[in-house]
């Protein structure tokens, strides 16, 4: 079982970029890295997902290592909105989503 | 589409009661699965299925049920409740089992046994 590794948790001002990180030194070639976030008193949401090269959608974008041993979660423009739990996953050719305890992000106007 | 639901939102038990939890997707999807979330944790896997009438454990099925006789639904139930059967309930569905699909979860069952 591939894991990541999170920090517990991490802080930021409204309307500046968040850059959250994950380490997967145990990757395998086939796993996709997928985050999701989950916000008070709800079920988790799918953010983004990609295997090798970056990727970009209206929530966010995903920046993987050339190696894929690490990767970060880019929000480009924090909003309270976006205070939430966020989980680094990684997607084995299987089919359960891995959850650990992720990183609690607190936005401060 | 109303996506994944999940009925009741909340429910309480008495120790040694059965009951289900209900889950439906509209979306047409293969897979679903059902997690649990303990306080302060991350969440764990009970069940899943990959399609109608194939059903497999995960990490923590002791105590739980599942079939899934429909695409549409998947009910998980609780034989005989129990205090650390306290947690909140999820259920998820994906197109797939596939590690290139996202899945969706619904909002959740909050249960407490006492």
């Known amino acids: 079982d591939a894991k990541t590794t999170q920090p517990n948790s991490m802080e930021s001002n409204e309307e500046e970029p968040v850059h959250l990180p994950c380490n997967h030194s145990t990757i395998s070639g086939t796993d996709y890295i997928h985050w999701y976030r989950q916000l008070p008193s709800q079920g988790p949401e799918y953010v983004i997902h990609?295997?090798?090269s970056n990727v970009n959608n209206r929530m966010a974008s995903l920046a993987i290592a050339e190696d894929r041993k690490s990767s970060t979660l880019i929000l480009h423009r924090a909003t309270l909105r976006d205070a939430a739990v966020y989980y680094c996953i990684l997607r084995e050719a299987g089919y359960a989503l891995n959850f650990g305890k992720g990183t609690s992000l607190l936005v401060t106007p | 589409n109303a996506g994944v639901t999940q009925t009741p939102k909340f429910q309480v038990l008495k120790t040694g009661q059965s009951m289900t939890l209900q889950c439906a997707q509209d979306?047409?999807?293969?897979?679903m699965s059902w997690y649990r979330q303990d306080p302060g944790m991350g969440l764990r896997l009970i069940h899943y299925?990959?399609?109608?009438?194939?059903?497999d454990q995960g990490e923590v099925p002791n105590g739980y049920n599942v079939s899934r006789s429909t695409t549409e639904d998947f009910p998980l139930r609780l034989l005989s409740a129990a205090p650390s059967q306290t947690s909140v309930y999820f259920c998820?569905?994906?197109?797939?089992?596939?590690?290139?699909?996202?899945?969706?979860f619904g909002p959740g069952t909050r249960l407490t046994v006492l």
């Open positions: 998820a569905s994906s197109p797939s089992g596939g590690e290139n699909n996202e899945q969706f």
């Open positions: 299925s990959v399609g109608a009438g194939i059903t």
């Open positions: 990609g295997l090798t």
């Open positions: 979306m047409n999807h293969e897979y």
